[in-house]
């Protein structure tokens, strides 16, 4: 502003002095002293310009020095403010350490009188060591489960209700990395007493409960896992994924009897993921203590007290033996695995192959082998079709009939009705379901089954289920006739 003023007071100098002048000075005035005249008027000219320019830029620097000035203001008073609040905690803190100081002083108090009674008593106290920090009793624990009542009849036999199976299973996950888990199969039946001729009666009703499975898991790293315990062995995929209620059919498929379903052991399993297109190998490899001998000896059958001839294979080898002894049957534990290939095609459209095995002794003396293989398949198209099933084929060593291979197969299909998109009440929550089923136990005994029924879904988690099943069976073991049943199933 004060530029502005000393430039406008020059020019008006200038102007009143060439008025003032007499014209005939003007008259004298050459065309040079005028051209000179007219450069400097041009140069005061370009120097006010300049001083205008330079005034513009002192004024926006000004603005921003108040605008840095208002900043600095506004922090100044949030550290005045954080300075008053941490000389409050401060003062809290302070207040706080002199109660804890208190509070210790009235502990040693205590402690010394205690000392001194202790002292008195002569009695004598073991420090106590301190306790690991760990989760509540309650930490990430549920029940959950499946249980299932049936209703059916038998060819040959009377029809009755039966409360087949309630199944809890205890999960329980202590941290992100350790997870235990066990079901247990709790039944009710007839009980029995032995009569006078040496027949079994009924007396009664009695419940059993069986340790279906226990393992603790201990997840190393997204890859890998590792199980310890009465494990669901990975033979195939029916134990771990399609048993209970799981399955769409009330019972299981005929050929599963020649497998194991659980061993005791451990375990190493997991999933690799193969690039970005959802293709996923899983693999499973265990250690267990394999199937035993009821006898002891390695022949194919053994007699029991009533004089039936019974297979000598026996499943049921947990490391404590029937007469109270601890150690496995034979010297050398089983081992096998399962290797599957997931290939999702797109959603609801996938197909999964496996393939599985286990070999080991099975005799007490340990020089009779027992293995298994495996193959497994399920595909499934659109929300409504599965298609799924397995051919197991078995083998072993024995004394007297050389190598059996009790074998077969079965396959397994089901179809929703919702995909025929009808506008019909309750055709929706139906699906249909049907099987085929062989086996062959190796000593004789072969049978085959077919199998159709439906599913209702109450809900997601209740089922109304029926089937009839055509048995057909031949040899010392053959399977009862054919029957229908009805089971009401829910899973929670």
């Given at each position: 502003?004060?530029?502005?003023?000393?430039?406008?007071?020059?020019?008006?100098?200038?102007?009143?002095?060439?008025?003032?002048?007499?014209?005939?000075?003007?008259?004298?005035?050459?065309?040079?002293?005028?051209?000179?005249?007219?450069?400097?008027?041009?140069?005061?000219?370009?120097?006010?310009?300049?001083?205008?320019?330079?005034?513009?830029?002192?004024?926006?620097?000004?603005?921003?020095?108040?605008?840095?000035?208002?900043?600095?203001?506004?922090?100044?008073?949030?550290?005045?403010?954080?300075?008053?609040?941490?000389?409050?905690?401060?003062?809290?803190?302070?207040?706080?350490?002199?109660?804890?100081?208190?509070?210790?002083?009235?502990?040693?108090?205590?402690?010394?009188?205690?000392?001194?009674?202790?002292?008195?008593?002569?009695?004598?106290?073991?420090?106590?060591?301190?306790?690991?920090?760990?989760?509540?009793?309650?930490?990430?624990?549920?029940?959950?489960?499946?249980?299932?009542?049936?209703?059916?009849?038998?060819?040959?036999?009377?029809?009755?209700?039966?409360?087949?199976?309630?199944?809890?299973?205890?999960?329980?996950?202590?941290?992100?990395?350790?997870?235990?888990?066990?079901?247990?199969?709790?039944?009710?039946?007839?009980?029995?007493?032995?009569?006078?001729?040496?027949?079994?009666?009924?007396?009664?009703?009695?419940?059993?409960?069986?340790?279906?499975?226990?393992?603790?898991?201990?997840?190393?790293?997204?890859?890998?896992?590792?199980?310890?315990?009465?494990?669901?062995?990975?033979?195939?995929?029916?134990?771990?994924?399609?048993?209970?209620?799981?399955?769409?059919?009330?019972?299981?498929?005929?050929?599963?009897?020649?497998?194991?379903?659980?061993?005791?052991?451990?375990?190493?399993?997991?999933?690799?993921?193969?690039?970005?297109?959802?293709?996923?190998?899983?693999?499973?490899?265990?250690?267990?203590?394999?199937?035993?001998?009821?006898?002891?000896?390695?022949?194919?059958?053994?007699?029991?007290?009533?004089?039936?001839?019974?297979?000598?294979?026996d499943f049921g080898n947990v490391g404590i033996q029937s007469n109270g002894n601890r150690g496995n049957l034979h010297g050398d534990p089983g081992g096998g695995g399962r290797i599957g290939w997931f290939f999702p095609l797109k959603p609801h459209y996938d197909l999964e192959l496996g393939v599985s095995g286990q070999t080991g002794p099975w005799n007490d003396k340990g020089n009779r082998l027992w293995s298994a293989a495996v193959v497994d398949a399920a595909l499934h198209v659109t929300p409504y079709f599965e298609l799924k099933g397995e051919y197991?084929?078995?083998?072993?060593?024995?004394?007297?009939?050389?190598?059996?291979?009790?074998?077969?197969?079965?396959?397994?299909?089901?179809?929703?009705?919702?995909?025929?998109?009808?506008?019909?009440?309750?055709?929706?929550?139906?699906?249909?379901?049907?099987?085929?089923?062989?086996?062959?136990?190796?000593?004789?005994?072969?049978?085959?089954?077919?199998?159709?029924?439906?599913?209702?879904?109450?809900?997601?988690?209740?089922?109304?289920?029926?089937?009839?099943?055509?048995?057909?069976?031949?040899?010392?073991?053959?399977?009862?006739?054919?029957?229908?049943?009805?089971?009401?199933?829910?899973?929670?």
């Amino acid at each position: 502003m004060k530029v502005r003023t000393n430039i406008s007071a020059l020019l008006a100098v200038g102007c009143v002095m060439g008025i003032s002048l007499p014209s005939r000075m003007v008259a004298e005035i050459s065309d040079e002293d005028f051209k000179t005249l007219k450069e400097q008027v041009q140069q005061l000219s370009d120097k006010v310009q300049k001083l205008e320019q330079t005034h513009e830029l002192d004024q926006q620097t000004h603005e921003l020095d108040q605008k840095q000035i208002q900043q600095l203001q506004q922090q100044l008073g949030k550290a005045q403010e954080t300075a008053t609040d941490a000389q409050q905690k401060a003062t809290a803190a302070t207040k706080m350490g002199k109660k804890v100081q208190q509070l210790e002083e009235q502990v040693g108090e205590t402690q010394k009188t205690v000392a001194e009674g202790k002292a008195v008593s002569g009695a004598q106290v073991q420090p106590v060591a301190p306790v690991p920090a760990g989760p509540l009793a309650l930490h990430n624990f549920a029940i959950v489960g499946d249980a299932e009542v049936q209703f059916g009849k038998t060819q040959g036999q009377h029809s009755a209700f039966t409360l087949a199976d309630f199944a809890p299973i205890f999960l329980f996950r202590a941290n992100d990395n350790i997870l235990f888990e066990a079901g247990f199969d709790i039944r009710l039946q007839n009980g029995s007493v032995t009569l006078a001729n040496g027949q079994t009666g009924n007396s009664g009703t009695t419940t059993t409960i069986d340790l279906s499975f226990a393992t603790l898991d201990y997840m190393l790293n997204d890859y890998v896992t590792v199980v310890a315990g009465d494990m669901l062995l990975p033979l195939g995929t029916y134990a771990e994924r399609s048993a209970g209620w799981l399955n769409k059919i009330p019972d299981d498929p005929l050929p599963r009897s020649v497998l194991p379903g659980t061993g005791v052991g451990a375990q190493l399993r997991g999933g690799i993921p193969i690039g970005q297109t959802g293709q996923q190998v899983n693999y499973s490899f265990y250690v267990a203590n394999g199937p035993g001998s009821v006898d002891g000896s390695g022949n194919a059958t053994f007699v029991d007290s009533s004089g039936n001839v019974l297979p000598n294979l026996d499943f049921g080898n947990v490391g404590i033996q029937s007469n109270g002894n601890r150690g496995n049957l034979h010297g050398d534990p089983g081992g096998g695995g399962r290797i599957g290939w997931f290939f999702p095609l797109k959603p609801h459209y996938d197909l999964e192959l496996g393939v599985s095995g286990q070999t080991g002794p099975w005799n007490d003396k340990g020089n009779r082998l027992w293995s298994a293989a495996v193959v497994d398949a399920a595909l499934h198209v659109t929300p409504y079709f599965e298609l799924k099933g397995e051919y197991i084929n078995t083998w072993v060593e024995t004394n007297d009939r050389g190598t059996l291979s009790p074998r077969g197969w079965w396959i397994q299909g089901a179809y929703k009705l919702a995909g025929l998109n009808l506008s019909l009440p309750f055709i929706n929550n139906v699906e249909l379901v049907t099987r085929f089923d062989r086996v062959d136990d190796g000593l004789g005994t072969r049978s085959h089954r077919e199998t159709i029924g439906y599913v209702y879904y109450l809900t997601n988690s209740l089922l109304f289920e029926g089937d009839y099943e055509w048995v057909h069976s031949r040899g010392p073991a053959a399977l009862p006739g054919s029957l229908w049943v009805f089971q009401l199933s829910y899973g929670f």
